[in-house]
């Protein structure tokens, strides 16, 4: 498995990854806005097949992680872990001193994956999600 910084190119898979995965999947010109502004994408090959994302937002000392998603053929096998430790890698490169995320409340299997990788709950945001409409956990993490 390798990991790398995304671009433009893979606009399309990633929006095939999200349609299978997320309920509310973004589309191909949602990456592009995405991948054009101050974001960070890195994706996960398998056999040279994108099977995995992880975005995150650079704001001043900043990284908004907005997802990291795995394909289900591919997960527990520690794809997610592997993202999230080098999204955080490169967040404390680009000088962020803190990480910010946004998760499902029934969402344990992300929410392990958070907690597991040293990120704490500091708040609920009610009814924050919808298609189910669900209240979104407030975590983060110091970097510095
Ligand atoms: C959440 C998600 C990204 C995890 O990816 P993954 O590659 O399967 O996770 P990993 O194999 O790296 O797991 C790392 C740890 O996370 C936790 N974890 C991951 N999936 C879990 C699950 N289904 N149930 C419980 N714990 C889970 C475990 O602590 C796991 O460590 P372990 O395997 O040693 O027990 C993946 O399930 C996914 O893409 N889900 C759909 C999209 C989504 O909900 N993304 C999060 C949005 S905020």
Known sequence: MEIKKLDLT???????????????????SMFQ?????????????????LV?????WLVADEGQITNIVVMESHRRKGIGDKILKELEHYAKEEGATVLNLEVRESNQGAISLYEKNGFVRDG???NYYKSPTENAVLMSKIIR
Not at 10 to 28: G, H, N
Not at 33 to 49: K, S, V
């Open 10 to 28: 893979y606009c399309e898979r990633l929006a095939e990854i999200d349609k299978a995965c997320m309920s509310v999947p973004y589309s191909v």
């Open 33 to 49: 806005n995405e991948l054009e502004n101050n974001t960070c994408y890195l994706g996960a090959f398998c056999d040279g097949i």
């Open 52 to 56: 995995a994302y992880g975005g995150m």
């Open 124 to 126: 609920l945001r009610k």
